[in-house]
């Protein structure tokens, strides 16, 4: 597609529910990642998926919180047992990867509200 | 780590005001550096890069930053801001390496200009 998609644009889910994240990258980029923005703050890292390497999981919070991506396509990010603390935008992105001068293109993001 | 400070969590100008968002970051080697914007409901997108050469930089819509290595900042600048630049400015580093390709983003500097 033209740029990175990302459903749900919008979620409100009750808590202790789980919830599931569906992105989409531009074709062709090898590279994906998930980050995540409370409100107030940056975007935190939360992982990395490059090709058919083993992702980086280091920004994972917790263990609820598992992603998979099948092979250079779709990912998605799987909060399980939802918190309060897990309402944030959570934003996937794209890159051709390495070289580490690959710019990253973003998705609108998808708004997560637990309550 | 890396890390990335932005100085300034909320700019207010006028029309036709000078810009400039101070931007510090924290590395241990040569880095890449990238300013991204967000306009009110749209996606994250790049305003302007930072890889090697010439430490003046010039993006889309008149902005440039000039990176200073030895103050480790790459600050955001426009001569004359347009009501159209009100958005949320992200400074964001990741190190030069051929295994570095996590971005680090400071926290953000939300900028209003009214007409």
């Known amino acids: 597609g033209a740029g990175v998609s990302q459903s749900p644009s ?12 569906r ?3 531009i074709s062709g980029h090898t590279a994906l990642y998930w980050y995540r923005q409370r409100l107030g703050q940056g975007l935190e890292f939360l992982i990395y998926f490059q090709g058919n390497s083993a992702p980086d999981k280091s920004g994972l919070p ?3 919180f598992s992603a998979e991506r099948t092979g250079e396509s779709v990912s998605t990010l799987t909060i399980q047992r939802t918190q309060q603390e897990d309402s944030a935008v959570y934003l996937c992105a794209s890159s051709l990867g390495l070289p580490a001068g690959n710019t990253i293109y973003f998705g609108e993001g998808s708004w997560l509200t637990v309550v | 780590a890396q890390s990335v400070s932005q100085h300034n969590h909320h700019v207010i100008l006028s029309e036709a005001a000078s810009l400039e968002l101070g931007c510090n970051y924290s590395y241990g080697g040569t880095v890449n550096l990238f300013w991204y914007v967000q ?10 890069k930072y890889f090697s050469g010439d430490p003046l930089v010039k993006g889309i819509k008149g902005f440039e930053a000039e990176f200073i290595k030895s103050k480790f900042s790459f600050n955001l600048r426009k001569p004359s ?25 400071g926290k953000g500097t939300l900028l209003t200009v009214n007409p």
């Open chain 1, 62 to 64: 917790s263990d609820r």
């Open chain 1, 10 to 21: 919008n979620k409100v889910t009750e808590k202790g529910k789980d919830v599931e994240l």
């Open chain 2, 39 to 48: 306009y009110p409901g749209q996606h994250l997108q790049l305003l302007l």
């Open chain 2, 81 to 105: 801001v347009q009501w159209s630049d009100t958005a949320e400015y992200f400074c964001a580093v990741r190190g030069n390496g051929g295994s570095n390709y996590k971005l680090t983003f």
């Open chain 1, 23 to 25: 992105c989409d990258p």
